[in-house]
């Protein structure tokens, strides 16, 4: 009932930049918590960046001071600014959101993933 739709993904040097977009549509009340999550190969799913509906931000310690997350709720789209990316920051960007449906019910979605490949 909420879809997740990720852009951005691509092919990039070390040291460059890219910007992923997450856009949430479908019978949506209010969006909570927001977030990006990364999957290398052969690696578990880890948080990258969260971000709530009043702002409140939290890192990965292995992307503080290079990726940005940011949101915009009359959007419903939220942002992973990445800058000076290394070959480690390679894996599939998952989506995710968290909130309320119009009848109320809450609700936890993913998006399908963009790949993010950094090449040295």
């Known amino acids: 009932q909420v879809q997740l739709v990720e852009s951005g993904g691509g092919l990039v040097q070390v040291g460059g930049s890219l910007r992923l977009s997450c856009a949430a549509s479908g019978s949506i009340f209010t969006i909570n918590a927001m977030g990006w999550y990364r999957q290398a190969p052969g690696k578990q799913r880890e948080l990258v960046a969260t971000?709530?509906?009043?702002?409140?931000?939290n890192y990965a310690e292995s992307v503080k001071g290079r990726f940005t997350i940011s949101r915009d709720n009359a959007k419903n789209t939220v942002y992973l600014q990445m800058n000076s990316l290394k070959p480690e920051d390679t894996a599939v960007y998952y989506c995710n959101a968290d909130g309320l449906l119009l009848r109320l019910h809450p609700f936890g979605s993913w998006g399908q993933g963009t790949q993010v490949t950094v090449s040295s």
């Open positions: 971000i709530t509906s009043g702002v409140s931000t």
